[in-house]
Structure formats: structure tokens, C-alpha cells
């Protein structure tokens, strides 16, 4: 499964299993992504907060 | 959706030059602590200011979200050495050479530091760590040594790899678990940014040195990078040895821990300020599960 990055919209490959709040990166830009959602699956950008 | 500000901050920057960012580095300093460091390089062979993925996040704050920096992917490669190195006791190493925040601490039975080709102003030097840390380090508490007899233990170290496990024995998972029990009943201070278990520890640093010490592997220093390292696991599968990568629930602070036997794991626990010990369970009430990964595997 595939989805598109949020920042620079190329194509993100994804295990079926992700559970929401898992993080995910974009190998093209970097971006750190979070699953948002599980059905429909969606994901948006995880920013850690600095300690 | 994300802004325009995100996507600037997040972008990787491929190619910049080097003046265009020690020049944006020394008029930061120098707004943020009223001095600019003189910078200097002594030796072309870096090009940018390298950083780990993991500390990207805390250099952004001393350098500026727009300072481009670039991610450090290969140690031999990318930059240059000018000498080797080890300290006496345990040396902070700053986000900034006028006194940033802590990056990491380097101890005496670390493998040898290299020191880099920046050189700043107040004796402070440019310093990465076998485990690829950089920071600013006093240069007199810079202790060198032979290249010869530093450069096998800083580039053989056996280092975790994304997307794969190291061999570990089972002897060496129960010695992880009887050790971490250990430390958990010992009153030690979490520290951030401290990798000592007599002065206080960090999460990062509590896994790091406790994966060193009974797999001889090696894992980065911050949270953020040790989370790509190996290869994941479901939440279901969480065994002995194993690090869930977890943010707390009321701020996105980044958080490693380290499962252990009978559903339990051990942490460096910023809220209750210690090594602490509880359920998995227990664990992800009070934090956001993020992921998690198998580093050592017994084959």
C-alpha cells in the first residue's frame, strides 16, 4: 500500500498494519509522518515537541 | 494540512554552502548570547553543518529553522578528523559553543571522539561521537590520543541498521533484563542529555548504554534516530530487548523505552525523574505508542 507525502507529495510505501499514531518517514523529503487515521488511512505531519 | 513555516522546517536541504552557514550560525550566536563565535574551518573537507536526524530538532532552535543544515548519514565519509580523543570524567557537549543546551555528555569508557575541522572561539572545539553525536565540547577537557589506536574502535563499532536486526544470544537479553531491573531499584536522576548512571541519565542514553554494554551494539544517541533503527514490530509482538519509540500524551516529547520479561519495560522517566520500572501496559496510559523495533535478534 501507498500513500502521497503531505509536504512533497511522493509516493510513501506503508505497511497495511500501521496503527494510528505510529510514525512513518518520507524517503524523498524526510518529513516525519503520522498515521492519522486507520480507515480510510490517512496520515499528516508528526512535530515532536521539544523536551 | 501543513503550513508553509512546516515545510520550510522540515525540508532536507541537499546543498548549501559552508560560509552561508557559519555566518548565519555566528549572527544567531550572537543575538541569542551577545557573542559571535570566530568560527574557523580548518580543513574544507566538510561541507555543511552536519547533523544527526535527531539532533536536527535541537540544533533548528540555536541555529534558526532556516539555517540549512545538512543530515549526517555516513560517519567515514562526510567529515573531516583532526584529532581523536578521549575525557577523564564526564564532559557536557553543548548544542552551541556559547553555551547552548546539552547535546549529549561524553564519559570516559566511551569509544574515542573525533574532534571536526570547526574550531571556535573560548577553547571550545567540534566533536562527534562514535554513536555520530556532534556537539561543543571545552577543548582542554579534550584529552587526545593516537589516531591509531582510536579510529578501530570509533568505525568497527557494531552499529544498528535500519530495517534489520543484529544477532544477540539469549544470554545477553537475560543480562539486559536483570540489569535493567537493577538500575530501576537504584535512585538514578534523570538528566536530560546525561549518559551517566551516577549523575543522572536520559531515555536515549539509558538504552544506548545498556545495548552497548550487554550487545555490543551500538545505537544513536537521540530518540528520534534509535526509532529507525532495526526493523519494526507490531505492538503485539513486544518482547525482551525490544524499544518502543512513544510520545507523552500532553506534549510531543520524543520517548524511547526498553521491554523487558513478564509484559514489563524500563524507562528514564522525565515526570518522576529516575530510571523507572512498570507494566507496558501502564506505560502507554500515560504515553502515545509511536512505534516500535527489534534492534538484536537471537537466531
Known amino acids: 500500500m501507498s500513500v502521497n507525502c503531505v509536504i512533497c507529495d511522493s509516493e510513501v510505501q506503508v505497511e497495511q498494519d500501521l496503527s494510528v499514531g505510529e510514525i512513518l518517514d518520507c524517503d524523498e523529503c524526510g518529513v516525519e509522518l503520522e498515521v492519522t487515521s486507520q480507515a480510510p488511512f490517512a496520515i499528516d505531519v508528526f512535530e515532536e515537541e521539544e523536551k | 494540512m501543513a503550513t508553509a513555516s512546516t515545510k520550510s522546517k522540515k525540508r532536507r536541504v541537499r546543498e548549501s554552502t559552508l560560509e552561508s552557514l557559519l555566518l548565519a550560525f555566528q549572527e544567531r550566536e550572537k543575538r541569542r548570547y551577545g557573542v559571535a563565535p570566530e568560527l574557523t574551518l580548518a580543513d574544507s573537507g566538510v561541507q555543511g553543518f552536519l547533523v544527526t536526524r535527531g ?43 556559547c553555551g547552548g543546551k546539552l547535546a549529549s555528555t561524553l564519559i570516559p569508557e566511551d569509544r574515542p571522539a573525533r574532534r571536526l575541522s570547526f574550531t571556535a572561539q573560548e577553547g571550545c572545539i567540534l566533536v562527534q561521537m562514535a554513536c555520530r553525536t556532534m556537539g561543543w565540547l ?63 541519565i536520559d531515555c536515549s542514553a539509558l538504552s544506548q548504554r545498556l545495548f552497548e554494554r ?45 521491554v523487558l520479561s513478564d509484559g514489563e519495560l524500563v524507562h528514564a522517566c522525565r515526570s518522576r525523574g529516575r530510571i523507572f520500572l512498570e507494566s507496558v501496559e501502564t506505560f502507554l496510559e500515560h504515553y502515545q505508542f509511536r512505534g516500535a523495533r527489534r534492534i538484536g535478534e537471537v537466531r
Not at chain 2, 541555529?63 to 567515514?76: F, I, K, P, S, T
Not at chain 2, 551494539?217 to 526493523?231: A, F, V
Open chain 2, 55 to 97: 539532533q536536527r530538532h535541537r540544533y533548528e532552535e540555536v541555529l534558526g529553522a532556516d539555517v540549512e543544515m545538512g543530515v549526517l548519514e555516513d560517519a567515514e565519509n562526510e567529515a573531516t578528523t583532526v584529532a581523536w580523543g578521549r575525557v577523564r570524567s564526564e564532559t557536557p557537549i553543548l548544542a552551541s559553543p
Open chain 2, 138 to 200: 571545552s577543548a582542554e577537557s579534550f584529552e587526545e590520543m593516537e589516531a591509531d589506536d582510536a579510529r578501530p574502535l570509533f568505525f568497527n563499532a557494531r552499529r544498528a541498521i535500519q530495517k534489520e536486526t543484529l544477532e544477540v544470544t539469549r544470554r545477553s537479553l537475560l543480562e539486559l533484563d536483570c540489569a535493567a531491573r537493577c538500575l530501576a531499584t537504584k535512585d538514578i536522576n534523570y538528566v536530560l542529555g546525561g549518559r551517566s548512571f551516577e549523575t543522572g
Open chain 2, 214 to 258: 550487554h550487545f555490543d551494539i551500538l545505537l544513536p544517541r537521540h530518540s528520534g534516530d534509535q526509532r529507525r533503527c532495526g526493523r519494526r514490530i507490531l505492538r503485539s509482538e513486544l518482547a525482551l530487548g525490544d524499544l518502543i519509540y512513544a510520545t507523552a500524551r500532553h506534549k510531543k516529547w520524543p520517548h524511547i523505552a526498553i
